[in-house]
């Protein structure tokens, strides 16, 4: 099936410090990848759409120059909080969409980035 | 507005039967997702309907109704491991997904 890897997986930074986040479809091209955040206890909150090659698409209340996405190959999309900030704390999950899902538009998650700002 | 509505929680007995439902409302329907996600993981995908009726895969089954707005998701012989989150969550006319707030199964020996 397909895979999806995010590094670090966890990561403690301290406050006012950017940290840059990974995510990699390992064994398919992927046109679209998503950013989620998922505080304890609380659903997924989409914060991003991105597509390769242009530029991301934030939800409402998300802040673009904040939260820095980079898709700049079918394989490869980064996430950078910059000036980080405690409430920044959270789980962090990407998803990616492959080229070849069908009709399915199935969204393969990776195991999400649990990052802690002191 | 878009509306996923799920239950916040539910509690069931091993080897138990469990049905977890989900109602929506969203702007278009392009299918239904199920995923599961366990405490500090990320979500895995379950299953999908995008067509009215039953979706068997193993323990788990999936029926969706459009007219209805509304699925749910069937655990049989439930075992211990099956504790977890349980995320409905539809996609749009954007092919954008809209999440629920989750299910958190609670399975009791």
């Known amino acids: 099936g397909a895979v999806v890897s995010q590094h670090p997986s966890w990561v403690i930074c301290k406050s006012g410090t950017s940290v840059k986040i990974e995510c990699r479809s390992l064994d398919f091209q992927a046109t679209t990848m998503f950013w989620y955040r998922q505080f304890p206890k609380q659903s997924l909150m989409l914060m991003a759409t991105s597509n390769e090659g242009s530029k991301a698409t934030y939800e409402q209340g998300v802040e673009k120059d904040k939260f820095l996405i980079n898709h700049a190959s079918l394989t490869l999309s980064t996430l950078t909080v910059t000036s980080a900030h405690p409430e920044d704390s959270s789980f962090y999950i990407c998803s990616a969409r492959s080229q070849t899902s069908g009709e399915s538009y199935e969204q393969y998650f990776g195991p999400g980035t649990r990052l802690t700002v002191t | 507005g878009q509306n996923i509505d799920q239950p916040t929680e539910m509690t069931a007995t091993e080897g138990a039967i469990v049905q977890i439902n989900c109602t929506y409302q969203?702007?278009?329907?392009?299918?239904l997702f199920w995923y599961q996600q366990h405490a500090g993981e990320a979500p895995t995908f379950l299953s999908y309907?995008?067509l009215d009726g039953l979706e068997e895969k193993g323990r788990f089954s999936s029926f969706l109704s459009r007219s209805k707005g509304y699925s749910y998701l069937l655990l049989k012989e439930l075992q211990m491991k099956d504790s977890a989150s349980y995320l409905c969550a539809v996609m749009d006319s954007n092919y954008q997904l809209i999440w629920g707030a989750g299910t958190k199964l609670i399975i009791k020996p």
């Open positions: 969203t702007s278009g329907f392009n299918g």
């Open positions: 309907n995008v």
